[in-house]
């Protein structure tokens, strides 16, 4: 096992070269997966399915150009990774930052290939964006490049064959531009996108279904060990929708949130925020220092959140943001549970230092599979042309992240007991996928 592993690593490596964050999700994945296809051969599939599972089915890159307020030419990379379709049409959101390349995307799309599997939802998986900041841009400015975006992405998508959604930097603005220029080129009002808006054939609770479905993962978590998240200190990072929406579920919950942050800096609230408080957060535009001119709390400028002692850690902003420092820090403070609401917010170091201290670990393509399980549902409420109440679809949020959480046991109990949930993902979502490319052939 360990020559092929090797093998295949260095195979992946020569044909995806100068993409570190791509290596590094296939990496994590084939640890357990090859274990498992070896021992479980020939019943379950060949090692040979995973030299296809990570190459993507199809990779599309496209010149954007925009013009902007005061008529200046503009020129972005637009990106569709088309990773697997196996289970159902591609799916997953697009991304409009100046981090975006295809290493990125590729490890986006991949980890939404597990993820994807995991919801029980049939659905593929694709990753997608720009190399565009909407930050400080009209919304003229972001209309035009939305629709330039659109005009080429539109010869690519459709509503059975891959639905793109939201993701960082966009949300619900973008989503309709997006929309909207897909409908005036197709002349067809169709479910192409997730995350639109419920007036206009979007679902309820969308923008919270990455923070809800995190915080339930985690309350099926703790009861399985017999605990719960009442009365536990929780330090969350970011401040956009999935820190925002899993602060609010966690302190509905009977927690105490006590920190938020950005690139910039740490808020660390020892009272705990409140749902006025997260508004106020909100209302900050990314100035989170002004937080402490109204309320008695810390701003630790250049920070992360994990200095300070807490139960519940959650990271929920940005890839490999929590690393080995952060970890051994987390674990010194007494954290006994960390659950991921970005994708794969930890170091590979900082992994393999929390799962060696057996403190309950939750990975991303488990705990914040709750934004791409509601876009499912979203799809099948555009097919069936209904449209769901808020109550019905954070009922089956609930149940899926719950059977997401039961499936990451299954596959992940250990002979002495204990479960190891990076494990069972990772085997969790593999199986489903493996069996159904097996199923269609040589494709």
Known sequence: MSNYFKSFIDDVKARNPDQPEFLQAVK?????????ITENAPECI???????????ERIISFRIVWQDDGNNVHV??????????????YKGGLRFSTAVNLSV?????????????????PLGAGKGGADFDPKGKSDNEIMRFCQSFMTELSRHIGAETDVPAGDI?????????????????????????????PAWAGS?????????GLLYFVERMLYEHGESLKGKTVAISGA??????????????????????????TVYDANGFSLEKLDFVN????????????YAAEYHAGKKPWQFPCDVALPCATQNELDEHDARQLLENGCTCIAEGANMPCTDDAVKIIQQSNIYYAPGKAANAGGVAVSGLEMSQNRLGQQWSADKVDGKLKKIMHDIHDTCVHYGRNKNGAVNYLKGANIGGFVKVAAAMKAQGLV
């Open 28 to 36: 994590e994945v084939a640890e357990d997966i090859v274990p498992y």
């Open 46 to 56: 060949d090692l040979k399915l995973l030299e296809r599972i990570v190459e993507p």
């Open 76 to 89: 972005n990379r637009g990106y569709r990774v088309q990773m697997n379709s196996a289970l159902g049409p």
């Open 105 to 121: 995307l590729k490890f986006l799309a991949f980890e939404q290939t597990f993820k994807n599997s995991l919801t029980g939802l």
């Open 169 to 197: 930097g966009v949300g619900e603005r973008e989503i309709g531009y997006l929309f909207g220029q897909y409908k005036r080129l197709q002349n067809n009002f169709t479910g192409v996108l997730t995350g639109k808006g």
């Open 204 to 212: 309820f609770i969308r923008p919270e279904a990455t923070g809800f």
């Open 240 to 265: 956009g929708n999935v820190a925002y929406y899993a602060a609010l579920k966690a302190i509905s919950m009977g927690a105490k949130v006590i920190t938020v942050s950005n690139s910039n800096g």
């Open 283 to 294: 209302s900050l535009n990314r100035n989170l220092q002004a937080y402490t001119e109204r």
